[in-house]
């Protein structure tokens, strides 16, 4: 839980240090809450509960694009 700012502020946050960074949202709060993290620029999203599998898939996956 977050208590500051939510997750969508935060990327929007981190985008405008870096447009180039890879986000993965991570939520169990629903589909609205993760199409606005894609919106915001999160590169991929996964949901509550994790799929061990599912979250390395996706690093590798963003890491591979870092390096194309």
């Known amino acids: 839980?977050?208590?500051?700012?939510?997750?969508?502020e935060l990327i929007l946050e981190l985008m405008s240090l870096d447009p180039d960074t890879?986000?993965?949202a991570v939520s169990g709060k629903g589909e609205t809450g993760l199409r606005f993290a894609?919106?915001?620029?999160a590169r991929r999203i996964i949901r509550k509960p994790i799929?061990?599998?599912v979250l390395i898939r996706t690093v590798r996956e963003l890491l591979d694009l870092e390096s194309a």
């Open 1 to 8: 839980m977050m208590t500051r700012k939510d997750g969508v």
């Open 22 to 24: 890879r986000i993965i």
């Open 38 to 41: 894609t919106y915001a620029g």
């Open 51 to 53: 799929d061990p599998e």
